[in-house]
């Protein structure tokens, strides 16, 4: 097995149907070579939670459109004998069908 790094990775591969990228977009490339991969209907779902990431799924949506979704998570977590909610960083998603 070679380990390499995307999206250096993605150019040797068949070509996808869907596409995820979890962590990563800013990385010099990333979108564009995803976006490169799908065929026509070819979906590309896209997290974030840097104002980094989040300004390359702007530019992205205002370029080919999607959706954009804000998602918050709270996680339960003792507060003295009780339970509270913690909020967690709050993810923004892109999702757009080429």
Known sequence: MIDRTAPAALTDLPQPNAIFIGGGIT?????????????????????????????????????VGGTLTRIAIQRAEPIGQFLGWRSLAPITQWTVVK
């Open 27 to 63: 990385a010099a490339g990333m979108i564009e070579t995803c976006w490169e991969a799908l065929p026509s209907g070819g979906r590309l779902v896209a997290n974030v939670v840097t104002i980094a990431g989040e300004q390359q799924l702007f530019q992205w949506q205002e370029k």
